[in-house]
């Protein structure tokens, strides 16, 4: 039986492109209350060797929710800059499986935000992330 194509109800494709995460398209995303998801169905280009999410994958998925769950609570055109990342990988997904990063910001301050994020493959935890993120203005001119 093969996996559904289409994501889960409340996804719609990700609104933030990057170079990096161009390759993994289509990404999808959604808000829920404070919590901002990132959502993917893994293919065989998302894998490693073992035909297992590649860890890299996930651990951008984390940075990139994470990221974006601060400025959303910011929510004053705040620009971060990542300084620190760690993942905990607690499981595996395989092709197929349906991938949801769900991040909180846990504190936003003048100068540094923090957010954590589960990882879910199926609904099965497989990681779970923190980040620290540097806090700048989005090089956008000031208007008065």
């Known amino acids: 039986m093969s996996a559904p194509a289409d994501p889960p109800a409340g996804f719609e494709r990700h609104f933030r492109r990057s170079p990096v995460t161009d390759a993994w398209e289509p990404l999808y995303s959604k808000r829920d209350g404070d919590r901002f998801v990132i959502g993917l169905r893994v293919a065989a280009a998302h894998c490693n060797a073992r035909a297992m999410l590649h860890g890299g994958v996930l651990s951008t998925l984390c940075d ?58 199926d609904s099965r935890i497989i990681g779970r992330a923190t980040a620290v993120f540097h806090v700048g203005d989005s090089g956008r001119p000031k208007t008065a």
């Open 64 to 121: 990139n929710a994470m990221g974006i769950a601060c400025v959303l609570a910011a929510d004053d055109g705040t620009s971060l800059v990542t300084v620190h990342l760690s993942v905990d990988f607690l499981g595996a997904a395989r092709e197929g499986q349906w991938i949801e990063v769900g991040a909180i910001a846990t504190k936003n301050g003048r100068t540094l935000s923090f957010a954590a994020a589960e990882a879910t493959a």
